[in-house]
Each structure stands twice: as structure tokens, then as C-alpha cells.
């Protein structure tokens, strides 16, 4: 990867990325550039805006783009749902679909749901399922974390 470092004596710092092709390489650099404080960038409305892990509700990938959903804003990130997991993993985010990750520590209610399914509300009031295929796993995790109280 080739990189430009430019010093500049007025205005304000900025960082550019360009890539041909997004991979494992683009994934750890932006990774850097997000995680020293605890932070993300994502696009809303046309402007980049920052947020912060913890006030992320649910992220889901849609036609192979990923988005983050807050309290009040949905915002396009530049990672794959995989990806975006693997920098979540010190916030307390579960996988529950083949297409989205929750945060855990933004559920208010549970509720089952037939054929082995959860349904999470979310402190949004919006309603998130958990499917089959995760729910047995998302089980442990919380007797886990009720154990360990």
C-alpha cells in the first residue's frame, strides 16, 4: 500500500483513504482509524459524521451495504456487517441474523417468540428478531451475564 504524509500549517488535520478495491488491508487501516477512541464514522444526510459505539442500537447490511442505526439516525458505514462485528467486539454486540449485529446493551425487553425465536425491543421501542439460528447462543450469553451478577 502506498501512503502520502503531508504536513500542513493551517486547517484543520484530515485523513483520506482511497482504495481500488475494498480488502483485509483497507479493513484494518480504516479499523485504526476509528478505534482510538472509541469512535466511528459514518454518512447521514451527505455529511460524515462521528458516533460512538456505544450509542449504536443495531447495524445491518442491505444490499451488500452496511448501515448503523442510533437513537435518531441512520448512517452508511464503509465495512462489511463481518467487519464492523470484528470492531464491535469490545461493545457488547451479538450476532442475531444473517444480516444484522445488536447491541446487547441497548435492549430493554425480550420476548419468545415461536418456532425458537427472540424478539428484542430495543430502547428505540423498535423490535429487532433474534432468528433460530442465533437464538440458542444469545440464551447462553445471557445466562452468562445473569451468572456472573
Do not use: W
Not at 63 to 87: C, N, Q
Amino acid at each position: 500500500m502506498k501512503y502520502t504524509v503531508e504536513q500542513i500549517l493551517q486547517g484543520e488535520n484530515e485523513l483520506i483513504l482511497r482504495y481500488s478495491r475494498h480488502n483485509g488491508e483497507v479493513d484494518e487501516v480504516l479499523r485504526f482509524m476509528n478505534d482510538p477512541r472509541g469512535k466511528l464514522t459514518g454518512l447521514s444526510g451527505g455529511a460524515r459524521k462521528v458516533i460512538d459505539r456505544s450509542s449504536i442500537l443495531y447495524a445491518e447490511s442491505v444490499d451488500r451495504k452496511t448501515f448503523v442505526y442510533t437513537e435518531d439516525d441512520v448512517l452508511r458505514v464503509e465495512f462489511t456487517l463481518s467487519g464492523l462485528e470484528e470492531i464491535l467486539s469490545t461493545v457488547n454486540f451479538f450476532r442475531c441474523s444473517k444480516s444484522m449485529i445488536i447491541n446487547i446493551d441497548r435492549i430493554s425487553e425480550l420476548k419468545s417468540l415461536a418456532s425458537n425465536r427472540i424478539e428484542a425491543v430495543m430502547t428505540s421501542g423498535e423490535k429487532i428478531i433474534i432468528s433460530r439460528t442465533y437464538a440458542s447462543e444469545f440464551r447462553k450469553i445471557l445466562k452468562g451475564v445473569s451468572g456472573d451478577e
